[in-house]
């Protein structure tokens, strides 16, 4: 899960929240597998491929255990028993996430198919008599909470133009304009903060309460200090063997001592189930976000920003992982803006690589372009609109420590173009810092 990215007119975006991580929820019949595989009836061996395949299916439902996403690894387990009936493993470890889902039907019928087919061995079915008897009340999810501090520096604090004169077309008043020194593009140094935090709701199953807080302080360009705050709600299911989640959520920037923008929003996507090509496990689906984005200080910018995508995700071997979202978007104005409504397209790419004990790499490429349907100001800038495009990259590496601590190092570049020389910029910021989570 993951809170909908801040857009803010005339800043770069601030990114997408990342998902907060879940915590260790394993299900009790994690590391059975092996043993109920070997005492299964007629197990004959089949293609290395496929048992590469269906291992690295397994892990992954292992590592949604851990993350406490029950129905993301019951999802990959039914995957594993549709490619492979003679996985017992994984039926036990289904039977026992459907009796902690509450399910019990279903988890009765997994457990009574894993005895009609298998010969049980008397320590699985110990487990299984357990879980035969089991109410299966469903147990909810703890909290979740992550937070971290750090410092940085970055090349344009104040979102300074790069380019010090601004040419206006023929029939303006003035053919330019140079702009003061404290309007171009200031380096400065940063401390930054943030908290993000998961509450389930337990009287509503699947329903989660999200908060989040963040903040970064400049050495000295005090009046473009960032402040946010969110909250919101988010509900996981499953639908036709898929994956749908929705989230709603409310946003609140501060730069400086005022209020910036108040952002409403709801994303959703749905995730079709896994399948196997190659060497690669992937699924597909679509994601949608709409944003309702207010300007305390120049309403005339309040808009609507609606941008629906085609999604992919793959697992390639053991350690890599690739996200693609690309798709059209639109943002319409709500009060007359300068160059009316806009078109254009997002993309956003991101791969990483989990080096185990060594720590996480993590690499995010995004690319938006946006275009004014009218001329922005016909007095100054004639017949032209804005045609903008953000490109941004980032890296960051974490290194685990204990106890939920690690420290991170993190570098980015950011360019918005524009063909309006007013409103193009660059940004390029490194940070270090210290990260928990609970």
Not at 292 to 303: E, F, I, V
Not at 314 to 330: H, N
Request: net charge neutral.
């Amino acid at each position: 899960m993951r809170f909908i990215e801040r857009r803010i007119h005339a800043l770069p975006s601030r990114g997408s929240w990342r998902a907060i991580v879940g915590v260790a929820l394993r299900a009790l019949g994690i590391g059975v597998i092996s043993a109920l595989v070997s005492h299964a009836v007629a197990q004959t061996p089949y293609g290395l491929f496929d048992q590469t395949i269906d291992e690295d299916l397994q892990a992954q439902a292992e590592a949604a255990m851990s993350d406490g996403d029950r129905q993301r690894a019951l999802l990959l387990l039914n995957e594993v028993v549709r490619r492979d009936p003679r996985q017992a493993g994984a039926l036990l470890d289904a039977a026992i996430l459907y009796c902690q889902l509450g399910e019990r039907t279903r988890s009765q019928e997994t457990l009574a198919r894993i005895e009609a087919k298998y010969d049980v061995p008397p320590a699985i079915e110990k487990l299984i008599v357990f879980y035969r008897a089991s109410a299966c009340t469903p147990s909810g999810p703890r909290p979740q909470l992550i937070a971290s501090v750090g410092a940085g520096v970055t090349s344009n604090a104040n979102f300074g133009p790069s380019n010090p004169v601004v040419t206006f077309a023929p029939s303006a008043p003035v053919n330019s304009l140079t702009l003061a020194p404290e309007s171009l593009a200031h380096g400065d140094q940063y401390i930054e903060s943030a908290v993000q935090g998961e509450l389930p709701i337990s009287s509503v199953p699947g329903l989660t309460l999200l908060a989040g807080l963040t903040n970064r302080q400049y050495r000295s360009q005090h009046s473009f200090d960032q402040r946010s705050a969110t909250i919101g709600l988010a509900d996981r299911t499953s639908v036709m063997r898929g994956e749908l989640y929705n989230q709603l959520t409310a946003d609140m920037l501060w730069l400086g001592t005022r209020v910036y923008q108040r952002d409403i929003g709801w994303h959703a996507n749905f995730w079709l189930p896994p399948s196997a090509w190659r060497s690669m496990l992937a699924r597909g689906g679509l994601d949608l976000t709409v944003l309702d984005s207010a300007y305390p200080g120049n309403s005339l910018y309040d808009s609507v920003y609606v941008e629906v995508r085609a999604a992919f995700q793959a697992r390639i071997g053991e350690r890599t992982s690739v996200q693609l979202f690309v798709g059209p978007a639109w943002d319409k104005p709500l009060n007359g803006r300068p160059g009316g409504s806009q078109h254009g397209y997002s993309a956003w790419l991101s791969a990483d690589y989990d080096m185990a004990r060594h720590g996480q790499l993590e690499a995010v490429l995004q690319q938006r372009t946006l275009i004014d349907a009218d001329a922005y100001d016909p007095v100054f800038f004639g017949t032209l609109g804005r045609h903008q495009t953000l490109r941004a990259a980032s890296l960051r590496y974490t290194f685990p420590m204990v106890r939920g601590w690690s420290v991170y190092a993190q570098a980015s570049a950011g360019r918005i173009s524009n063909s309006i020389s007013l409103f193009a910029y660059s940004v390029y910021s490194g940070s270090l810092g210290l990260s928990w989570k609970y």
